[in-house]
């Protein structure tokens, strides 16, 4: 015996896939059962099965959990490979099943000539076997399948078009140097970067190293000498160079001197000026200091405190001097300079500046903690000079008028404004006329009225957030179509439940919408007729023959064994007249949203009506059971009373031989009369049946479930723009094929 999988696998791991020899399967199917797994064994497979392997398999495992007692599979449990395997091992677990092992016999008479497996066979292998390694199931496969060949997985038909990459090349290694070459090239490598260009004359010079003095020429020097004086010049302006220390700079205008009132004014605005020195004559001592003379050129912009000066100085020669102040004597020819090199000046504030001209400036440039500050938020305006017009400027205005007030109401204006103050001054500034007194309004509080009581209107039930049924049905709708059209002819039941799940109702839905187009509704139409022709034709064998798929008549023993699966300590059973498939979807959306966690569903079947589907037949054989199909002929009568108006909500208890049932009929009062579209119909009815259900649910006592299931279908033409009554007791997939669901009270899981 040898392992087809990884040998170290957890004890609590049942899962594996193995050869076996033929005679030691039976034995170790006994071991599988003595440890709690679903023993499933598999007849030798002939050519008759070749491509239908899958079916093989799901019908053996479906046997044997019939064997056990086990509920039939669920409505999605047919939708493909993997969702039928997870519904047959939630299924084993509600039996206390650990998980299944699989006898899987001799695969020789389903392959070819050449020991080739179909390619749908070698598929269904590859997921048995990829399924073996992840969940609770073994395979014992017969040594003699050990010669078979499958095939891969397959590839895109592009990738049979795509030309092949040529190979990467690897560059051919360096060749060889010798140590002596090697040692050469790392001494000329260098050690440490090429250091950056600079210049020597610039705002920053004055930061970088010089070279030598025995190196320098004299026009190095000049530039030098001359950027030393501007920083030292920039120095004595930034650390406010008293009176005195000013008098022993000259400074010569070529143009225009520049008053002082205007260049103080100037200097609150623009508190920086500019100025050159490319070519200047310097004579210094060496423990002298340095006074710098530079040309500067200033212009009075119109008496608007804007002054713009370019100096510019050339031509200059270095004379040493044993005198105690430096002279530098500028040019008439103005040179443009770098701007990063034009020195910075900051211009004094001076403390007779108006009040707001300080407070903008403390603001910008901030103020040291001695000078005095003063609030710029007057609790009234100050009017206008007596014959003299307004001033040109707001700053001239607030400094020149001289106020009418005495020295204390000054006083109390320049002191800072207390928060009672605050608290009086207005949101916002008004125009103030000097002349018009202040007006105060104030709000006279209105004499309080009862108000007259109206009657409280209740809140509107908020709308339902109910999703699309098939929200992918516009990219979808095409592969629906392409199932249907390949499932004619003669098939299984497992096969016609999961193509009229998968891809009839959707695209049934998808046409209803205006979304399928083309073909689509005479695909739905051929797959339809040929569905009731190969059920009126195999129902009469169906009644006689023990195999028969899950029918409505077996509702109420289903209910009893999904009851003890999940615990439950009662079971009741509800009718849902006329709940087709479809339909059933949509009430099951409406039903979950209404009572959120307060149930939950523990089952959804697909059950078969039989004929002819209508509901007194329905009714007749749940009484009776499964006994009853053989000698019912279809005319028997039974009470098949239809509640109308309000009373149609309510369900009400019927009786049909020893068991008692509630019966809804708000679908069925509301089909014999025409409606709107197929769609718009459909939500109407869910609706209504949602909520009719979900009432009673909810005062449900927990652990109780409540088993709804349908008893027939209808069939609703096209009549006039919408759709006319609804048609039933025919064989079509819509009048046969009813859902069940199985709701357990309680929030429980």
Known sequence: MSWGLAENLPTSFEGAAIFLD???????????????????????????????????????????????????????????????????????????????TIALPSLEGIATLGGMLDAEDGAVLRFWVDAARSRPIRLLIDVANQKLKVYGPPEPFASLLREPEPPTETPAPPPAVAPEVAESTGAMELSEPTPAVIEHDGALAFGLPLPDGDDEDEETVALRTASSARVEASDARSAKVDASDAASVSIEA??????????????????????????????????????????????????????????????????ARDETH???????????????????????????????????????????????????IRAQSLPLCNGEDAASSPLEAAVECPSEHDHTDAEAAEAPPS????????????DVTPDAPAVRLEAKPEPAQDAPQRP?????????????????????WTTWMRELEGTRGPKPLAVIERTFVTSYVPLAHAVAEGIAEGRAAEVLGGWSKSFAQSYREAFEALRVRGKRPTMVLDAPDLAQRIARLHGARSVQLVLVDAMRFDLGLRIEQRVRALVNHGAVLAERLLLWSAL?????????????????????????????????GRAASTPRRIKTGPRDLLKLDVIEARLSEPGPSVTERLDA????????????????APRTLLFAFGDHGFVLDPHDGGTAAARQGGSSPEEVLVPAFAWLAGGVH
């Open 326 to 376: 430096a002279s530098v004597e500028a040019s008439d020819d103005d040179v443009p300079t770098p701007l990063l090199s034009l020195p910075v000046t900051e211009a004094p504030r001076t403390t007779t500046a108006p009040a707001v001209v300080r407070g903008l400036d403390e603001e910008a440039f901030g103020v040291s903690d001695d000078e005095e500050t003063r609030p710029l």
């Open 22 to 100: 033929p005679l030691d399967i039976p034995a170790e199917l006994a071991r599988a059962e003595a440890r709690s797994l679903l023993p499933v064994t598999i007849p030798a497979p002939g050519p008759a099965f070749r491509g239908r392997l899958a079916l093989l398999l799901e019908e053996a495992v479906e046997e044997a959990l019939a064997r056990r007692g086990a509920c039939p599979p669920g409505i999605g449990a047919a939708a493909s490979l993997d969702a039928a395997l997870s519904d047959q091992l939630y299924r084993s677990r509600l039996l206390e099943l650990r998980g299944i």
């Open 685 to 700: 009815l869910a609706d209504e049946a949602g909520s009719a259900l979900a009432d009673p649910l909810g005062k449900k």
């Open 254 to 319: 070529s143009d225009a001197s520049v008053e002082t009132s205007n260049a103080s004014v100037g200097a609150s605005e623009v508190p920086s000026a500019s100025a050159e020195a490319n070519d200047a004559s310097l004579q210094a001592p060496d423990e002298t200091y340095a006074s710098v003379e530079a040309g500067i050129e200033t212009r009075d912009d119109e008496a608007r405190g804007e002054n713009r000066a370019s100096v510019g100085a050339s031509d200059a020669s270095i004379e």
């Open 419 to 430: 928060e009672d103050s605050l608290a009086k001054l207005p949101q916002s500034a008004p």
């Open 612 to 644: 002819p589907s209508t509901t007194a037949v329905q009714i007749d054989l749940i009484g009776r059971g499964p006994a009853g199909l053989a000698e019912s002929s279809g005319d028997r009568e039974v009470d098949t009373f239809v509640a109308r």
């Open 456 to 476: 409280a209107t209740p809140e509107p039930k908020p709308r339902l957030e109910i999703p699309p049924l098939f929200p992918e049905a516009a990219a979808t």
